[in-house]
C-alpha cells in the first residue's frame, strides 16, 4: 500500500510502498477514501522538518528539555541515539480523514466491517491507502454524507473548539 512519509531531519516527502498495518484489539483499519491536507497545520510540520538543528530547538524549547532530561538519566551516547533516530526516521503525515472499515478489532464496539467512518489524529487518519487507527478516533458517517465532506469532520471540530473557547454570544 502507498504512503505519505516525512523525514524529519531535513523535511523531504515521499511516498512509500508500506506493508499493511495489522489492526490492534482496540483499532479498526480503514480503507481511506479522503485525506484532508491541512494548509496550516502541515504547511509548519513540512516547515519545522526542514529547519537546522538550532532552529528545531527553537521552535519546540519543550523537547530541548526532555533532551536535557534524558541525558541526565541516560547519558549523552544513548540520548544522542535517540534524537539520531527520531531525526532519521519517516513518519506519516496526517490527521484528517475518511473512509471505510476494512477490519475491526475484537474489543470494539460500535463500529463494523464496511462502515462509512470520519477519522482523526496526528499519525493515525494519514494520507496513505489503509490506516489503523484507534476506534475512538472514528465516528461513524451519517448516510448521504459524501466521504470527501466527512473527511473534513476533524479540522471542522477544531474550528468550533476555537468558537466554543472563545465564548461568543
Not at 473512509?99 to 470520519?118: F, I, P, Y
Request: net charge positive; hydrophobic share 40%.
Amino acid at each position: 500500500m502507498k504512503i505519505l512519509l516525512q523525514n524529519k531531519r531535513h523535511g523531504t516527502l515521499r511516498v512509500e510502498d508500506s506493508p499493511q498495518p495489522r489492526c490492534g484489539a482496540n483499532d479498526v483499519l480503514v480503507k481511506i477514501a479522503h485525506s484532508v491536507i491541512s494548509p496550516g497545520t502541515e504547511r509548519s510540520t513540512v516547515q519545522a522538518a526542514k529547519a537546522s538543528l538550532v532552529g528545531k530547538a527553537k521552535q519546540r524549547p519543550d523537547l530541548v528539555k526532555k533532551v536535557l532530561q534524558a541525558a541526565r538519566t541516560r547519558g549523552l551516547a544513548e540520548t544522542y541515539r535517540m534524537v539520531k533516530g527520531r531525526l532519521d526516521a519517516w513518519d506519516p503525515l496526517g490527521y484528517s480523514a475518511s473512509g471505510v472499515v476494512q477490519e475491526v478489532g475484537r474489543n470494539v464496539h460500535g463500529l463494523s466491517v464496511g462502515d462509512r467512518v470520519a477519522c482523526g489524529g496526528v499519525g493515525y487518519a494519514i494520507h496513505g491507502e489503509v490506516a489503523r487507527i484507534p476506534a475512538n478516533l472514528c465516528a461513524r458517517v451519517p448516510d448521504g454524507l459524501p466521504l470527501d465532506v466527512a473527511a473534513l469532520t476533524t479540522i471542522a471540530s477544531i474550528a468550533m473548539q476555537g468558537v466554543r473557547q472563545a465564548d461568543l454570544r
